[in-house]
């Protein structure tokens, strides 16, 4: 028996290497409507069919599959989609890709909110979005109790991205930190990014805080930033002003595997500049 | 920068004021115009819209730098949706281009009714809700008009002939809120482009349009009639995936496969997406210049002969098994269990299409003919063995 089970799981180990293993996902009840689950599972090859362009951004970031369910009483309906994501951060980044800091938030998951018949919510690897172009109060609460259902059975995280703690709270402005996967500022070489906006009086800037694997790879970012500026890196400094063709004035700052990047200030703003960047990588 | 400390911000770039970097190409300010760039336009359809050959596909691109940058090299039509980025890309459009002569650039977005699964309305189709998601774009464009609407996704003619939906639309038309209405089609392109043709509502098509795609005659020939009809022609997911395999090893050549997609005069423009400067950089040639070389032919010519994984579903090999197998599902499951990384989901598929064993032990030789070079046998004999696997070990 036991040979067997070696031999099953040596052919497993072929078949079916890096696999992870996942949530069945089982879509509760909801008391006086009925539940429809005739979609497909959703996987990259063909979110396309069910959302079309916006795929592209669900993609980018490391979407895995999507589970969809109906409900449905009378002429009201109710549509659940829950699209599973690589991590954590990644399902944090497509979440923040579709809020607005005009929501009203809730303490769903991770952090969710609610607008015209809409509730959206992340927890864990999860991004769940619920939907009724109902406008009845009754079918809005059961939306509501629906959301809540569905956080009990998803299993994952109730907290925000550990790294959006470091960014200082004196001027940002709230819920409009988002991840960046790729091309941060547009640039290819630069990814993996949180991005937070700030006030500071009439000026409005972004800062942007990467972490790497390593220290050494977060020097080899910085200096391949820094060519972009034609700037010659000093062995002694770890803080830069350079223009960026494409993007204007940056401060560029990092200490071991950590990186900011400022963008939106003027050069006679470096101080700003530096206060934010000492505070997050202190 | 006197309120520096050593340990602040010191160094600047080796000019001092900051020297600007990669592509000197990207700097120009000023708006660029066709004489000067020698920049190509076809007309799009009736709307007489001049249209660069190369527009942007804004989907994924949450930086206005970009789309500003692109603006400056010519690119002038810029592609967006109600739903991209939950609204978040129409707000960075409408922040970028406020302050913009509203005549210097065309923008589109999209709409999408509710359907139901085979893109037909129904009872949930509310043409009053599509109208308040296009004035809910309106706002976050800031804009009074924008020159295309398309209705997005359409995959049935019964939506094309909505009634309802089509006079919500023309009653936008006739206040100016739109200057032109199209519709997207990424599934049963041909039958509606076709169908489309034969009415006069329909200005402009946003169609997927690839050389990898297996239907390709009937989508020609539909393209071609809707185009001699009037119709605009823009194409979409022209670069075909970029990639030809999941583990991105082997890149489609996107510069190739664009001027592939240009070699047809009856599309008008396209709009590729850009999320990158360098990503723009390399479209920028095209907008002047689409010598489609032997070269290029032929490198997209070798990689249609790279099967990938991906099934195209042409559906050519359900007449040639004897068998009568489902061969593009099971091609499916292939591709979940080694595309995906999901072999319980492979499963759920064979047992689903009732696969108890290798279905292909009868056959020494198989006379399924596939358009991919799949070797259909192998992969059969391959993924059936997980039918006899328990879920318990399955992810």
Known sequence: ?282 | MKELSRRGFLKKGIAGAGIVAISPSLLATSAATGEENNIIYRTLGRTGLKVPLISFGVMRSDNSSLCKAAFDKGITFFDTAHGYQGGNNETMLGNLFKDFKRDSFLLATKVKPVTDKEGKPNDQTSPEKFLEMFNLSLSRLQMDYVDILYVHDVRSPELLEYKPLLKVVTNLKKQGKIRFLGFSTHANEATVIDAAADMKDWDVILTQYNYRLAYLNDLNAAIKKAAAAGIGIVAMKTMAGGWLDRERTKPVNTTAALKWVLSNPDVHTTIPGMTSFDQLEKNLPLLSDITFSDTEKNELIASLSDPGLICSGCRQCLDSCPHSLPVPDLMRAYMYAYGYASPSMAKDLLVDLGISNNPCTECDLCSVNCSRNFNVKDKIADISRLVNVSSDFLA
């Open chain 1, 1 to 282: 028996m036991l040979m067997k089970k070696r031999l099953l799981t040596g052919l497993l180990l072929v078949i079916i290497s890096g696999f992870t293993f996942s949530q069945e996902i089982v879509f509760p009840e909801l008391e006086g409507f009925k539940k429809i689950t005739k979609y497909p599972v959703f996987v990259p090859d063909n979110l396309w069919d069910f959302i079309n362009g916006a795929a592209d951004t669900y993609l980018s970031l490391g979407f895995v599959d999507l589970h969809v369910a109906e409900y449905k009483k009378g002429k009201d309906v109710i549509k659940l989609e829950i699209y599973k994501h690589r991590d954590h951060t990644l399902a944090f980044g497509i979440y923040a890709s579709e809020r607005s800091p005009s929501y009203r938030f809730l303490k769903l998951g991770s952090q969710g909110y609610i607008v015209d018949g809409t509730i959206n919510f992340f927890k864990g690897n999860y991004y769940v979005k619920i939907r009724t172009f109902s406008t009845k109060p009754k079918t809005l609460q059961a939306e509501e109790s629906l959301a809540r259902r569905v956080e009990g059975i998803l299993a994952g995280e109730t907290e925000m991205p550990i790294l959006l703690s470091r960014f200082p709270e004196d001027g940002k402005m709230p819920n409009e930190e988002t991840f960046v996967n790729e091309s941060v500022l547009g640039h290819q070489f630069l990814n993996n990014a949180f991005k937070a906006t700030y006030k500071s009086g009439n000026d409005s800037f972004s800062i942007y805080l990467m972490q790497s694997a390593t220290s050494d790879e977060t020097l080899k970012t910085a200096k391949t930033y820094l060519a972009v500026g034609r700037t010659e890196p000093d062995p002694m400094e770890n803080r830069y002003i350079f223009t960026d063709g494409y993007n204007g004035t940056i401060f560029l700052a990092w200490k071991e595997n950590l990186m900011v990047i400022i963008s939106g200030l003027a050069k006679d703003q470096a101080g700003i500049a530096e206060k934010y960047s000492s505070e997050i990588l202190k």
